[in-house]
Each structure stands twice: as structure tokens, then as C-alpha cells.
T-cell receptor, first 111, second 114 residues
Framework: GESVGLHLPTLSVQEGDNSIINCAYS??????FIWYKQESGKGPQFIID?????DKRQGQRVTVLLNKTVKHLSLQIAATQPGDSAVYFC??????????FGKGTMLLVSP | DTEVTQTPKHLVMGMTNKKSLKCEQH?????MYWYKQKAKKPPELMFV???????INESVPSRFSPECPNSSLLNLHLHALQPEDSALYLC?????????????FGPGTRLTVT
């Protein structure tokens, strides 16, 4: 079936760098996308979302970009901090509130 | 209050035991979900409840039995589980299931089947 995927399983950055986590999706009918952060031993935590009628959305230190032409989603984290170390999942919703999660990217931030 | 709570945090059970996982939210959400997550894998949807009725069952084995007693509570009854059922079980809720809304996740119950 159609699914969401990620290019990089692990991303290692230095504190203060900007991080970019990528996600490819294949369901062109998906109209809502979410990025979640999951720290060890915890449930996924909402970071930011974007609907298909937008191509960019900014939050606090985070930006999500959506390119519907190539079915690509990215999460940019500015001035990455050690507390940002976690697994990041993108998820797509085809309109029925059933989320399909990507494989996840581990972000490791070194002090 | 944007919190979903789950109990217990950890559960160890034998293959002949019967146990239940509990989930609670007080955000007025009308959709609630159970997910299963294996180590280093993404969450996988098991069940969706919408307005206290089961709307989606993702072909989950009958040894997992969900229940939604009211709009704030969601249970997952476990019976005759297998060791491969060991995983993190996550509960989530969202405003409704008829559109695209953020799902809020609980911390999960770490289940070990021996």
C-alpha cells in the first residue's frame, strides 16, 4: 500500500547547527501532514503540522516545507540543541484521521 | 489540559493472563486510538473509536479487545497474548475522526509478554 518514507535513518549534528529532516510520501490524496518528536521512553509529541493548501509553515525554531509536486516534506530545526535529540516521525493523514507514519529519523545533537 | 494519560506504565504478563490497559483524556476529544509500537519502528494503528463506537479495526487479532466506556476513557483488554505482542502500546485522541486533526499521544504502556 502507499506509505510515508524517510531518506536518512540517523542525522548527527553539532549544537547550534540547523537540522533538516526529510520525508517522502506517496499518497497524493493526503491532505494533512504532521511532524512528531519521540524521546526515549515517551509517546510521540506534536511539533508542527501543515495542510496541503500550504507549502510552508513556521513555528518556534521549526519550519515545515511541503512540496506536493515531488511529494516531499521536510522539517527544519534552527539552532539545534541537545534537547532536540530524539526520533522524528512524519505522518500523513488522508482525510480520515488515520495517520500513516514514516520510518523515523534519529537526530543526535552533540554539545 | 492537553494530556492523555495511560496506565500502567509497565506491564509484564504471562501468555495465560488477562490484563487491561487504560487510557484517559479530558480534552473533549471524540476520537480515540490505539497504536502498537515495536522498538525502533513507527507506531502502527490498531483501532479507532469515533463517538464511542469502533470505526476502524486494522485486522488486529482477537486476543486484543478494545472498549470505550465513555467519551473520556479507552481500554484495551488483553488475553492469551504471545511474546511477539511485547511492545509499547500508545493511546491517542483527536478532536474528531471526520477530518484532519492533530492526534495527542499518551506516554504509552510498555508491555512484556513472557
Amino acid at each position: 500500500g502507499e506509505s510515508v518514507g524517510l531518506h536518512l535513518p540517523t542525522l548527527s549534528v553539532q549544537e547550534g547547527d540547523n537540522s533538516i529532516i526529510n520525508c517522502a510520501y506517496s499518497n497524493s490524496a493526503s491532505d494533512y501532514f504532521i511532524w512528531y518528536k519521540q524521546e526515549s521512553g515517551k509517546g510521540p509529541q506534536f511539533i508542527i503540522d501543515i495542510r496541503s493548501n500550504m507549502d510552508k509553515r513556521q513555528g518556534q525554531r521549526v519550519t515545515v516545507l511541503l512540496n506536493k509536486t515531488v511529494k516531499h516534506l521536510s522539517l527544519q530545526i534552527a539552532a539545534t540543541q541537545p534537547g532536540d535529540s530524539a526520533v522524528y516521525f512524519c505522518a500523513e493523514d488522508n482525510g480520515y484521521s488515520t495517520l500513516t507514519f514514516g520510518k523515523g529519523t534519529m537526530l543526535l545533537v552533540s554539545p | 489540559d492537553t494530556e492523555v494519560t495511560q496506565t500502567p506504565k509497565h506491564l509484564v504478563m504471562g501468555m495465560t493472563n488477562k490484563k487491561s490497559l487504560k487510557c484517559e483524556q479530558h480534552m473533549g476529544h471524540r476520537a480515540m486510538y490505539w497504536y502498537k509500537q515495536k522498538a525502533k519502528k513507527p507506531p502502527e494503528l490498531m483501532f479507532v473509536y469515533s463517538y464511542e463506537k469502533l470505526s476502524i479495526n486494522e485486522s488486529v487479532p482477537s486476543r486484543f479487545s478494545p472498549e470505550c466506556p465513555n467519551s473520556s476513557l479507552l481500554n484495551l483488554h488483553l488475553h492469551a497474548l504471545q511474546p511477539e505482542d511485547s511492545a509499547l502500546y500508545l493511546c491517542a485522541s483527536s478532536q474528531t475522526s471526520g477530518g484532519s486533526y492533530e492526534q495527542y499521544f499518551g506516554p504509552g504502556t510498555r508491555l512484556t509478554v513472557t
